[in-house]
Nanobody, 125 residues
Framework: QVQLVESGGGSVQAGGSLRLSCAASGYMYRNVCLGWFRQAPGKEREGVALIYSEGGSTYYADSVKGRFTISRDNAKSTLYLQMNSLKPEDTAVYYC??????????????????WGQGTQVTVSS
């Protein structure tokens, strides 16, 4: 069973940077899509960035392309999200998630069975 624990959230001014980490335990090495999602107050949870275990293909939401980078360190079983040029609209609770065994990455949050507890990111203008 996959377990995920996020860290690294906080408060920054617009234009600043943060790096989120997600420590993973359990089966995380093959046929796994790892992702970062976020949920702002009153809004649905949305996908931000995804990375697939085979080949390391990455996918980004249009709203974060060129500003956010998803990466993983298999030796440390850790997923990262480097967030640069942050904007107030990036303010949300950020979650890491894992979808095991589907063969590719999908954006729908409903497909992800494993979730972390979330970490708050607040960007002030």
């Amino acid at each position: 069973q996959v377990q995920l624990v996020e860290s690294g959230g906080g408060s920054v001014q617009a234009g600043g940077s943060l790096r989120l980490s997600c420590a993973a335990s359990g089966y995380m090495y093959r046929n796994v899509c790892l992702g970062w999602f976020r949920q702002a107050p009153g809004k649905e949870r949305e996908g931000v960035a995804l990375i697939y275990s085979e080949g390391g293909s990455t996918y980004y939401a249009d709203s974060v392309k060129g500003r956010f980078t998803i990466s993983r360190d298999n030796a440390k079983s850790t997923l990262y999200l480097q967030m640069n040029s942050l904007k107030p609209e990036d303010t949300a609770v950020y979650y890491c998630a894992a979808d095991v065994g589907r063969g590719q990455c999908y954006w729908s949050a409903r497909l992800y069975a494993a979730w972390g507890q979330g970490t708050q990111v607040t960007v002030s203008s």
